[in-house]
């Protein structure tokens, strides 16, 4: 007769007691299981997203994430604008360029500067409607019609909002008009010399022969017609001669055609600056006068407002956070983001 095993009551009972543990066991091994790739997908997607980029007096104004939609935007816009397949930018870039924004928006309200959303629609009317000379024929309600079906379609194509996009101008704006009241403060008199430049691209390399070529006698506007690279304030008629320049109009120049003092007739350079390499040749000067030339008096304002946004930067404690994880993580974004045109 076969032996029957018998169980006891006691062992019935700590069976019974261990299903509990073996339930929770697998249910936590269940969850690790779905927690390992959505805990990875977080560190991915999502925390670097919400990671802040940029603080202007500790608040969070700017994130990585909108570092990422920020660049896919422009590079939209691009090609929508004009059919450029350019990327949006630099990510660091446009990270300075956001806080900046920021920046703007409170320095503007904070001086009172008059804004209005007229000024806004007015930008926007300039952009789209069309500017041929049968536009001025048309009735205001046809201008209004072609208006709209224009900017509804840019935006659509761009995948931006009517508010996001005019916020974008609506900054732009801004700057604008913080541009002119800092220029209201610049003064029409100043320190200046008359000079003509050379200006090389940073990785010349040759400036040292080009410099012994000028002081053999050389002459100077034979070589700027040659090997200048500056079309905008150099004179085109006149290769090389740039006119009375001020102090604080380039700043990276101001020790050399100031402070040195030289004497006029000097050779100064190379001279190596953000924007390239300036061999000079000094005329006049230095002199106290009144700044005649548009062009300088615009650079003058441009400079005062860099000067500006730098103090600004520094009595608001701006913060920039922005690694080359972030970098990557945002570039990697942007290109899964953008069509493949892009």
Do not use: C
């Not at 299981?33 to 104004?61: C, D, K, L």
């Not at 062009?295 to 005062?304: A, H, I, L, N």
Request: charged share 25%.
């Amino acid at each position: 007769m076969a032996s029957r095993t018998r169980v006891s009551r006691s062992d019935q009972g700590s069976a019974k007691g261990r299903r509990p543990w073996l339930v929770a066991a697998g249910l936590f091994l269940l969850l690790a299981i779905v927690a390992v790739p959505s805990y990875g997908y977080y560190r991915a997607y999502v925390q670097p997203a919400n990671q802040w980029a940029g603080r202007v007096g500790g608040e969070v104004v700017v994130t990585v994430g909108q570092v990422a939609e920020r660049i896919q935007t422009l590079a939209l816009l691009n090609e929508t604008s004009d059919g450029s397949a350019s990327a949006g930018g630099n990510p660091f870039e446009i990270l300075r360029s956001m806080v900046e924004d920021e920046l703007v928006r409170g320095i503007v309200t904070e001086l009172g500067v008059p804004t209005s959303e007229a000024n806004t629609d007015t930008a926007l009317r300039e952009r789209f409607l069309p500017t041929d000379s049968t536009a001025s024929a048309a009735s205001e309600e046809q201008l209004e019609r072609e208006f709209r079906e224009a900017y509804s379609h840019f935006l659509t194509r761009g995948r931006i909002s009517d508010n996001e996009y005019r916020e974008l101008i609506r900054v732009q704006i801004f700057r604008e008009l913080l541009k002119v009241e800092i220029a209201n403060r610049v003064p029409r008199v100043a320190e200046q010399v008359e000079i003509a430049w050379i200006v090389l691209p940073s990785d010349f390399g040759e400036e040292e022969t080009v410099i012994d070529l000028l002081r053999q006698g050389e002459p100077f506007e034979s070589v700027a017609r040659v090997l200048n690279t500056d079309r905008y304030f150099a004179d085109t008629s006149q290769p090389g001669y740039v006119g009375w320049v001020p102090k604080g109009a380039f700043p990276d120049l101001d020790e050399y055609l100031f402070d040195e003092s030289p004497g006029a007739g000097s050779i100064l350079g190379p001279i190596f600056a953000k924007d390239g390499t300036y061999i000079i040749a000094l005329m006049n000067g230095p002199t106290i006068g009144e700044i005649q030339n548009e062009k300088m008096f615009g650079q003058m304002r441009d400079e005062g407002f860099e000067r500006w946004m730098e103090a600004e930067w520094r009595q608001r404690n701006v913060e920039i956070q922005f690694t080359s994880e972030d970098y990557r993580w945002v570039l990697d974004q942007v290109e899964n983001e953008l069509p493949a045109s892009l």
